[in-house]
């Protein structure tokens, strides 16, 4: 990964961290468009899914908005 793109976003705070890699899980699977996911990734795709109906109010972040509060442009 592009050196300077980690450098930013090692400047996230660990919640906008996870807010970002929900939102590219998200990504991930709308681009899938419904086709076949390997067994480890519908296994971590599951236990994001539990974590997430765990806690429903946990904030979440579009990555315009972590970029936005980061001046970062995309």
Do not use: C, H, Y
């Not at 793109?5 to 991930?28: G, N, P, V």
């Amino acid at each position: 990964m592009n050196a300077m793109l980690m450098k930013e976003l090692s400047k996230l705070s660990i919640e906008e961290r996870r807010a970002l890699i929900d939102d590219l899980w998200d990504s991930i699977e709308s681009e899938l468009d419904g086709g076949t996911v390997s067994a480890e990734l519908g296994e971590l795709l599951d236990k994001r899914a539990e974590a997430l109906a765990r806690d429903p109010a946990q904030k979440k972040f579009t990555l315009k908005e972590i970029a936005a509060r980061n001046n970062v442009k995309l």
